[in-house]
């Protein structure tokens, strides 16, 4: 399949020419002609999938359709993303496209001066990619006319829900025009999303595309167990003896983001940290410097870190796990994106045992043990100990949960160590959960816990 037999027009050919993709990914194969046929569409994919480009490339082509002659042009797509950093990342790709075919677009998030995104809305837009909330406060001030939307895009909508978003994405729902497209793109399938979908979609299409972790080919994962307090001396070792310039560092709190940051810069790391207390401009300058190689470690919380493109990111660690068993995945599919290699590793404590437990539950295989001379394997069993008196399951089952292989594609990814070549990495690094073949898994569980969605008897789908 080629991007020339989807139907996009010459100026969209080049524009993709010009981002170096030679051929579709599966979702935008998928779900491109749908968008083309006119047809809502409730598709399951997550970021790293290419997804921005499955719904912009066909929304921006049917826009320059027929583009209005009023000077002061009232948006016509509306994209709602769960973050700030998403929707840069997705007016960014609008912009790109839109603009080859005189296309506006903007951004509206909260947590900025609402004046300047006011005064863009009043010159007229074309495209507006919003997070829910300062949507809102723009449609109740009337400061953006959204009766002309002719496409709605929910992207990462399970996220949104998680954010709690809920409420007002069904009142913004309420300001659209009842005929429109609407397209819903999510990473999970619950309960809470087939609500929204029941809420806001007309008999959509269904596609559905590999989850990260299972098409995790191009991602190492491992564990290295370690004792809480020498983590962040195990994360400077491995920064530096396996000379990483890029990592993206996974922690739970807003105050660990800054302690872990804090601690790598004494250690001579050069670190900033990426959470929700930061100012956007800092937020957008942290990254800008990351990504320009000038940080060698980004610290993240999730909700931070959602959204986060970065081209090639080769290390992404996980120095707290996650609380929502999900979120790993999301964290990994920071890494080996769009066909690169990457390196996923976890720092598990044995306090974490039970987070780690629901995690591979939702994998469906074991994430491999490593260890380094350095730090030698801390007792395994109080993670077991901990974890039965906490109600999880005990040293036993955890022993046969360890033994159940990982999925091909992991495996073969695992044979380099990820800290130091194949050849040294035998005898440095000792792997203690040899791992056996084992055949590829099609899909893993979806359900997240249901958020619950609010009916609303009266209000009219369209
Ligand atoms: P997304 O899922 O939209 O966040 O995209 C993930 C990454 O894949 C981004 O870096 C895109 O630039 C990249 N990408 C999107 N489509 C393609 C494609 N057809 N070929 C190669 N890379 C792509």
């Known amino acids: 399949m080629s991007f020339e037999s989807l139907g996009l027009c010459a100026e ?21 002609p749908v968008i083309f046929e006119g047809c809502d569409l409730l598709a399951g994919a997550q970021t790293g999938t290419g997804k921005t480009a499955a719904f912009a490339l066909p929304i921006v082509q049917r826009l320059s359709e027929k583009i209005p002659s009023e000077k002061r042009r009232r948006p016509r797509v509306l994209v709602l993303v769960p973050t700030r950093e998403l929707a840069a990342q997705v007016s960014e790709k609008m912009q790109y496209y839109g603009r080859r075919l005189s296309l506006r677009s903007t951004m509206i998030y909260g947590g900025v001066n609402i004046q300047a995104q006011i005064e863009r809305l009043h010159r007229g837009v074309d495209i507006v990619v919003a997070t829910p909330g300062r949507l809102l406060d723009h449609a109740e001030r009337k400061t953006v006319n959204l009766s002309r939307i002719e496409f709605l895009v929910l992207d990462e909508a399970d996220r949104m829900l998680d954010l709690g978003f809920i409420d007002d994405i069904l009142k913004v729902a309420e300001y659209l025009p009842e005929k429109r497209q609407t397209l819903l793109f999510s990473a999970t399938y619950s309960q809470s ?14 596609i559905e595309v590999a989850r990260r972790n299972i098409a995790a080919d191009a991602v190492t ?21 396996g000379e990483w310039n890029q990592v993206l560092v996974f922690v739970r709190t807003r105050y660990g983001a800054d302690k ?46 959602r959204g986060l493109d970065i081209e090639r990111l080769p290390h992404v660690v996980n120095y ?143």
């Not at 170096?20 to 990914?25: D, E, I, L, Q, V």
């Not at 670190?271 to 401009?281: L, T």
């Open 221 to 241: 994962q491992a564990l290295y167990p370690v004792e809480r307090g020498r983590k962040r001396e195990m994360l400077s070792h491995l920064i530096r003896k």
């Open 320 to 462: 707290d796990l996650p609380q929502v068993p999900e979120d790993y995945v999301h964290r990994i599919g920071r890494t080996g994106r769009a066909g690169e290699d990457g390196v996923a590793l976890s720092l598990l404590c044995p306090e974490e045992q039970p987070l780690l437990q629901a995690i591979e539950k939702l994998l469906k295989y074991a994430i491999p043990r490593q260890t380094i001379p350095e730090f030698p394997q801390i007792a395994v069993r109080r993670g077991g100990v901990k974890a039965k008196a906490k109600g999880a399951k005990g040293p036993a089952k955890a022993k046969k949960r360890a033994a159940t292989p990982a999925p091909a594609a992991t495996r073969s990814a695992l044979a380099p160590a990820p800290v130091q070549p194949p050849a040294k990495a035998t005898k440095a690094t000792k792997t203690t959960n040899p791992v056996k073949p084992a055949p590829r898994r099609k899909r893993v569980v979806e359900e997240r816990p249901a958020v619950k969605i609010g009916r609303r008897g009266q209000r009219s789908k369209r």
């Open 12 to 32: 969209l050919l080049s524009a993709i020419d010009a981002q170096g993709y030679s051929t579709p990914t599966p979702i935008q194969t998928q779900a491109i």
């Open 260 to 305: 872990l940051t804090a601690e790598l810069l004494f250690d001579g790391i050069k670190a900033a940290a990426i959470h929700s207390n930061k100012s956007q401009s800092i937020r957008t300058r942290t990254l800008g410097e990351f990504k320009r190689g000038e940080l060698r470690v980004l610290v993240a919380t999730d909700v931070a870190a």
């Open 193 to 206: 999303i087939k609500d929204l979908a029941d809420e806001l979609l007309q008999q959509p299409r269904r």
